[in-house]
Nanobody
Framework: QVQLVESGGGLVQAGGSLRLSCAAS????????MGWFRQAPGKEREFVAA????????YYGDSVKGRFTISRDNAKKTVYLQMNSLKPEDTAVYYC????????????????WGQGTQVTVSS
């Protein structure tokens, strides 16, 4: 069974930091590109970051460039999202996803999705 389990979310003040983790199982993690998406209440799902299977390429949404960093540890089958300088507009449920074919901002090519973890940034 395929599982992606996010953790590390919580409540933080504006300007603070959080690190999200996504633990993968049930598929060949090292062969998959990984991504992070988020969705706030009443908003469309938004691309946050993506990383290629070898970690040779990373991509970020415009709203998080310079503040967030995606990384992965294939030995641990885990992808991370380091979030710094958090803003209230970063408040959302954050989802981890796995893509077997490409690294990109679109959600259609991602086969597997986690259950999400809540990030709340207070002002």
């Amino acid at each position: 069974q395929v599982q992606l389990v996010e953790s590390g979310g919580g409540l933080v003040q504006a300007g603070g930091s959080l690190r999200l983790s996504c633990a993968a199982s049930g598929f060949t993690f090292s062969s998959y590109n990984m991504g992070w998406f988020r969705q706030a209440p009443g908003k469309e799902r938004e691309f946050v970051a993506a990383i290629s299977w070898s970690a040779s390429h990373t991509y970020y949404g415009d709203s998080v460039k310079g503040r967030f960093t995606i990384s992965r540890d294939n030995a641990k089958k885990t992808v991370y999202l380091q979030m710094n300088s958090l803003k209230p507009e970063d408040t959302a449920v954050y989802y981890c996803a796995a893509d077997p074919t490409r690294v990109g901002a679109g959600g259609d090519s991602y086969d597997y999705w986690g259950q999400g973890t809540q990030v709340t940034v207070s002002s």
